[in-house]
């Protein structure tokens, strides 16, 4: 994102400040639903109580949102847009987007009444708090990605390229706290890590609950810290069967993979752990490769990992 003075840099869309006939949850997932059918990442976060601010970014452009509740039952929305696409036309394509909706008068915004499903799951949102961002230094950089919590006392199961036995790396959970982490098992055959952290209480995915085998087309959904913004959310397709990569099987997936996106845990649609992002194909930041759950169980089985 971009950052001029301390403040967002972009052209402010107009009319988006005028009362929406809306809860404000209900107008975050009206926006978040526009963006991700066009192709964008979303991030949401609650800077206060009652109030969302969302980020939204695609290679062409970004977005940065804030609404905030003016009553029950309606809500105010500041948009700001920069990017290569015009912004006027990008603003008045969402703020027809959204009237249509509200109204129920326009054929790609149906009826409140008649609201098809959102794009992303609740029981996947709900995930967002097992994610964490992952920092360290390898070969003389910085090095920053992306992991989730797999048991209750902090463990992390993260990629393990970039990575050494007894590395050290700080943690950051999406409360914003940090503390250090040592690699404790490394795989570079799977790709693997786990990282341990004195950590307690936390959020935590349930491996045994995960699923091994998915379909051709299936839609699921990376939570990750992608450019270090922690609880970055993007959907994406199942393209492709699983291929055999180095004698390991990986799944091809369509979604937006940025820098710091591997190590993100892929759920489907009923929050269940599928898989974890590799890393993407080179040259494209749309095609990626992502470790199935079976290979990650093996690994955590392996005692000699």
């Known amino acids: 994102m971009s950052d001029v003075g301390g403040a967002w840099a972009g052209t402010i869309c107009p009319n988006m400040e005028s009362q929406l006939a809306a809860p404000a949850s209900e107008v975050m ?26 980020t939204a970014w695609s290679t062409e452009d970004e977005w940065d949102i804030t609404i905030r509740p003016q009553s029950a039952l309606a809500s105010v929305a500041t948009v700001i847009h920069q990017g290569d696409i ?52 390898s070969r003389g950089r910085d090095v920053q990605f992306s992991g989730f919590v797999v048991d209750p006392g902090g463990l992390v199961l993260c990629t ?23 690699i404790a098992r490394l795989d570079l055959d799977r790709d693997l890590a786990l990282v341990e952290c004195s950590a307690s209480a936390r959020a935590f995915v349930y491996l045994s609950s995960g699923r ?36 390991q099987p990986l799944w091809q997936v369509e979604m937006t993979i940025n820098p710091g996106s591997s190590g993100s845990p892929v759920f489907d649609a009923q929050g269940q752990l599928v898989a974890m992002i590799k890393g993407r ?25």
């Open 29 to 54: 997932e009206i926006i978040s639903e526009w963006f991700t059918a066009q192709g964008h990442a979303v991030r949401r976060d609650f800077p206060r109580p009652g109030t969302v601010h969302l």
């Open 86 to 137: 015009n912004a006027i036309q990008a603003c008045r394509r969402l703020q027809e987007y959204l009237d249509g909706y509200l109204l129920g008068t326009s054929p790609s915004a149906p009826p409140r009444a008649h609201r098809r499903r959102q794009t992303v799951p609740t029981v996947v949102l709900d995930r967002i708090e097992t994610v964490v961002c992952i920092r360290t230094r």
């Open 160 to 182: 393990a390229h970039d990575l050494t036995h007894n590395q050290q790396v700080t943690v950051t959970f999406t409360d914003a706290v940090s503390i250090p982490g040592t």
């Open 212 to 247: 091994n085998l998915l379909g051709m087309g299936e839609r699921v959904f990376s939570i990750g810290c992608p450019n270090n913004l922690p609880g970055t959310l993007s959907p994406g397709t199942i393209n492709g069967p699983p291929r055999l990569v180095n004698d």
């Open 281 to 305: 194909f080179r040259g494209t930041s749309t095609v990626g490769f992502l470790t199935p759950l079976e290979t990650i169980i093996e690994f955590l089985l392996d005692e000699s990992g």
